[in-house]
């Protein structure tokens, strides 16, 4: 009975942390901006995304006033930020956070470099940062392997627009 | 009759162009990002160039080919490659993660055949009096339509209620971005030039599935279980074998979720995206295992790929009938047929009633030729699910970026597909369905679209919406679906526990 007490609580700790409020947060921002946006515009204009936004604000405010209950009366939540919590939080997104700024490095980049070169350079540095491990080739083979079949489809094909490599371009013109 | 069989001589003279154009759009619908009016558009000289007949045949077997393409990375990689592919999402994904990536691909082929096949049939014969349904979809028919797809949002909300009606409604927010469609002032722009016409739904879709389901996936080795894929490969053609017999077992969910396909094509600019989701909610509404939607559940696979290629012929309604461009894809077709002199709209039928008999042909082919071509390639595809996510991830991000880039060609769109993504990340982890605010995004924009119209011809009186007698028939569907559903299943729960009692 006791055990099934305690799993209770934990469950509904489970259900909500702090975390939880990163999208109520982001939500509320977005509804209170769209608010100001649309003052001066027509009535009927404001009806649909001026209901939407105050809808938002009601429901992220529940949400918020259940984290603040949560932590302030039947203490179910916690707000924890020592050591550990970030180390555990840093071994578990770190591959994440590398691919995210791999990301950042293939949009930042494929306008000057072109599609192939960044193509090569983001698949074998995110492979390898997954796990691919062994000889340059068999690092490189499927990051080459994967950027050919994307030049073929995308620019070959497809006729996508993409900034190209002279290389590439050369390629192209022989095609 | 003579005219359809007049059609069928005709059309099958080029015959060899539908399995053609039905494998180019399988491969293209699967590359996240592009459409069937990607494909129609990169290959408009070469259909300009030829005769209209072939023209077209190949046009509707390519719209065919693409609508079940999406599918095949939804079901394997949870990245939809359409956006009507998105609520194939639902329960194709968990299946491949639970090894049923054949059988859920299978499920989809032949529920996509049947359904197009059935619902093209209909349109064949009944063609002249389907296209006088077009006239009586106004806006406040439009806008119900969009609420039955909006009504899912309630039942993706399932355990936490707050959290996805929060996410829902955050969703529509972000398609209310823009350029208002009725005073064209811009709302919630940050001063960004792109976003004044709004938040594009393929970065959104690509954002929140690809990337943040990529993000997710290097946790671990594989999608699937490592010691699940040696047993897979092991399997053979069962997996096949088991998906066909599942959707025909299914065979008049099929059916009826083809023919909501249909009647959502039939309305000017509803779009496949739609169909897809009404029909998946009517069937999570009607069925007694509500909780098994999400999971996995083949019903889900069912009513998503009939519908949106169930569409397919219903799109073609309004083009054929009124000249009106349901789609994107019929507004290429539009071209091709004023290029060749056709003329559009009721006088098609008068000056070359072969040729709108024709393409309804075709795609009836399109979806014999899919159903033959598609389920024997489902092992070799599902194969694909089977590599490790350090190789997967990269690819998938990288594909899924051009793909991003590709409808409008700015860079500011692979950063919205990462800001998605990021977003979508929170979410999963935070226990927000990233679904929601997809179908918020997809639908806001139109249902604020109808909504507008239709209170500016009411000058403002909302009572206008319950003022139009196919309004009111939708708005008590609408209702139905979502009131006698419960209450049957409160009837039941009520008639098992008093046997339960009587029992004892």
Redesign the interface.
Known sequence: MCRSKESKVSDRRQ?W?V??L???V??SA??I??LT??QD?????Q???GG??I??LI??G??IL?MAIRLLVTKTASIRLDKGVVRAWAR?YW??GA??L???F??VT??FLG?TVV?LL??SG??YM???RGSIMRLIA??LI??LI?YA??VLF?????PLDPLSLFIKALV | MDMILSAFHQTLQFWWLVPIGVTVGIFIGAIPGFSSTNVLIILLPLTLGMQSGPALALMASLYAGSHMGGSIPAILFNVPGTGAAAATCFDGYPMTQQGKGQQALAIAFVSSSIGGLVTTAITLFALGYLSKLVYYFGSIESFVVILFGLALIGQIAGKNPLKGFLAGIFGLLIGGIGYDSVYSVPRATFGVLELFDGVPRVPAIIGLFAISEALTMIEKERIIDTSMVKKLLGQGWKGTFEGIAIALKNLVAVIRSGLIGFFVGIIPGAGATIGSFVSYQQAVSFSRHKERFGHGNPEGVVASEAANNGLTSGSLIPLLALGIPGGGTAAVMLIVLQAHGVPIGPRLFEVAPELAYGVVVAMLLAYIALMLIGSPSVRLFSRMSYFPTRVLAPTIISFTLVGAYVARGYFFDMWLALFFGILGLIMRRTGYPPHAVLLGVILGPLSERYFTRAILLGDGDLSILFSRPLGNVLWVLLIGSLVVPSALRWLRSQGSSKNSESGR
């Open positions: 259900d942390t975390a939880d990163i999208i109520p982001l939500a977005l509804a901006y769209y946006t649309i515009i027509p009535f009927m204009a009806m649909y995304g939407l936004s809808l938002l429901l992220s529940i949400a259940i578990r591959r994440a691919l995210v791999l990301i950042v293939f949009i494929v306008r599609y193509s983001f698949l995110a492979m997954l796990g691919s499927p990051a994967v950027t994307g489809l995308f497809l006729k996508v627009p993409l």
